[in-house]
């Protein structure tokens, strides 16, 4: 329940993010140059919102991920393990969402809670195509 809160919390900042206050009239076309959109300033941080830790885990390769390293990405943590079945379940939404929006700055970051080895939960990964960060 814990999760589907937070990826639905998550979910409407993504789209409160992205949505646009001004609707353009129908006669009215709008041209940004890539200078205009850089010099739009950030909107304000929410004022419940709580800055995560910076911490570092191994990939299934070995590379290590620092939260710091994801810094100006939207990040999505989901913690998961290859017993759990409300995980199952999220899994295909996961790797909808990263394809969707993996290029617009969304990272999603998986991390294990499984107790079974690293080749157990690599063919757990494939079997779902899990085809987002796993740590």
Known sequence: MKNIITFITLIGLLLVGCGSSEKPTTNQ???????ETAN????????NAVKAPDFTL???????VSMSDLRGKV???????T??????????DFNTLHEKYYNSGLEIV?????SGSAAQIQTFAD????NYTLL
Request: charged letters at 20%; a positive charge.
């Open 29 to 35: 076309t709008t041209k940004k140059t890539s200078t």
């Open 40 to 47: 739009i300033d950030q909107p304000p941080l929410p004022s």
């Open 58 to 64: 191994a990939r299934k390769n070995g590379d290590l």
């Open 75 to 81: 990040v999505l943590i989901n913690f998961w393990g």
């Open 83 to 92: 017993w759990c079945g409300p995980c199952r379940v999220e899994i295909p």
């Open 110 to 114: 998986g991390i294990t809670l499984t």
């Open 127 to 130: 079997q779902w195509k899990m």
